[in-house]
C-alpha cells in the first residue's frame, strides 16, 4: 500500500547551522510532494512542494530534493534559527486527493 | 489559500459523551478532510467529507464512530461519539482547493 516514513525522528542542530531532514516514500506513483512545519498546538504549515517532474526546489532558506530513484525526499534549512524548532512532516498525495504523511522529524535549534 | 477556522481548540469531555468540532473554511474549496494525530505521531486521515452525501472513511473508522456531514462547501463537522480515553488526540480539518492544502489548527481532545 501507498506509505511515506521518515528515518529520524528528532533532529538537534546548532543556531546557524544547516538542517537536513529526510523523508522515504513508497508509492513510485506519487507525483506530487509537501513538507510542512508543525509548531506546537498548531496545524501543520506549508513549507514547499515539488512535483516528480523535477529534482530540486528552493524557496527561501529552504530546497527540497527528489529522488526517484530510490523514492527519497529530503528538505534542507539554511542558517536555521530558533524559529524553526518544529516537528517536520513531508506528505505525499494520494489516491484521493488526500494527503499521506510520514511519521515526522522534531527539529531542535540549539542557541 | 483558503483559511479554515477550526473551533473548539480544546476540550475536556467524559468517557460515553460526544464531542462535535466544526470547520469553516472563507471560501468555496473542492474537497474538506478529517485527520487525526494521535500524542507524538504524525495525522492519519479518518476520512474525505463529501458535499451533499456520505464521507468516505478509511480503513479502520466507521460512520458510527466519526460521523461526518459537509452541508455545503464551506463548512464540514466531525463528531467523535461514545467516547473512551483511547479517542484522545488531535482532530485536525483540512481542506484542498485548486491543488493546495490548507489545515485548521486542530482540537486536542481529552478523555476522562
Known amino acids: 500500500g501507498e506509505s511515506v516514513g521518515l528515518h529520524l525522528p528528532t533532529l538537534s542542530v546548532q543556531e546557524g547551522d544547516n538542517s537536513i531532514i529526510n523523508c522515504a516514500y513508497s508509492?513510485?506513483?506519487?507525483?506530487?510532494f509537501i513538507w510542512y512545519k508543525q509548531e506546537s498546538g498548531k496545524g501543520p504549515q506549508f513549507i514547499i512542494d515539488i512535483r516528480s517532474n523535477m529534482d530540486k526546489r528552493q524557496g527561501q532558506r529552504v530546497t527540497v530534493l527528489l529522488n526517484k530513484t530510490v523514492k527519497h525526499l529530503s528538505l534542507q534549512i539554511a542558517a536555521t534559527q530558533p524559529g524553526d524548532s518544529a516537528v517536520y512532516f513531508c506528505?505525499?498525495?494520494?489516491?484521493?486527493?488526500?494527503?499521506?504523511f510520514g511519521k515526522g522529524t522534531k527539529l531542535s535549534v540549539k542557541p | 489559500s483558503a483559511v479554515i477556522s477550526q473551533k473548539p481548540s480544546r476540550d475536556i469531555c467524559q468517557r460515553g459523551t460526544s464531542l462535535t468540532i466544526q470547520c469553516q473554511v472563507d471560501s468555496q474549496v473542492t474537497m474538506m478532510f478529517w485527520y487525526r494525530q494521535q500524542p507524538g505521531q504524525s495525522l492519519t486521515l479518518i476520512a474525505t467529507a463529501n458535499q451533499g452525501s456520505e464521507a468516505t472513511y478509511e480503513s479502520g473508522f466507521v460512520i458510527d464512530k466519526f460521523p461526518i456531514s459537509r452541508p455545503n462547501l464551506t463548512f464540514s463537522t466531525l463528531t467523535v461519539s461514545n467516547m473512551s480515553p483511547e479517542d484522545s488526540s488531535i482532530y485536525l480539518c483540512?481542506?484542498?482547493?485548486?491543488?493546495?492544502?490548507?489545515f485548521g489548527s486542530g482540537t486536542r481532545l481529552t478523555v476522562v
Open positions: 483540512s481542506d484542498r482547493d485548486k491543488g493546495s492544502y490548507t
Open positions: 508509492n513510485s506513483a506519487s507525483d506530487y
Open positions: 506528505a505525499e498525495v494520494g489516491s484521493q486527493g488526500n494527503l499521506i
